[in-house]
């Protein structure tokens, strides 16, 4: 009612479970690009149905499939991360920033007003 979750159950942990940990790296939950950084700004477009989910904004994997438009080597993608920032919804613009290194793509996808709905991170690795 609220778009936000739901508290969780008594006893759903039990019933689904809750995993161990998988042994990897773990990032932090911010991404913070690298003071002095040049965005590329690319052009803008605007949230479709096809993006919203059953809360009618848009779906958080919507933000990482959105930004891969911009990766040129989709193969030697080691490590996503996305840091989700505001809702955006049907009808909303997007200005795609894109950030290009050696190592990484950085896409963030700002609203005309200049407040950041989400940051999506690639860093190529072998």
């Given at each position: ?17 809750s ?23 690319m ?22 499939k ?15 991360r996305?840091e ?43």
């Amino acid at each position: 009612d609220n778009g936000k979750p739901s508290p969780t159950l008594p006893g759903m942990a039990e019933v689904f479970g809750s995993g161990e940990k998988i042994d990897m790296e773990y990032m932090g939950r911010k991404i913070t690009p690298e003071a002095g950084i040049e965005y590329e700004t690319m052009p803008s477009f605007q949230i479709e149905k096809g993006n919203l989910d059953t809360n009618n904004h848009v779906n958080n994997s919507q933000y990482v499939k959105l930004a891969s438009h911009y990766i040129d080597d989709v193969d030697n993608i080691r490590r996503i991360r996305a840091e989700y920032k505001q809702q955006a919804y049907l009808g909303d613009t997007f200005i795609p920033k894109v950030y290009k290194s050696d190592d990484k793509v950085l896409v963030v996808f700002e609203s005309t007003e200049e407040k950041n709905y989400a940051s999506v991170e690639f860093t190529y690795g072998n």
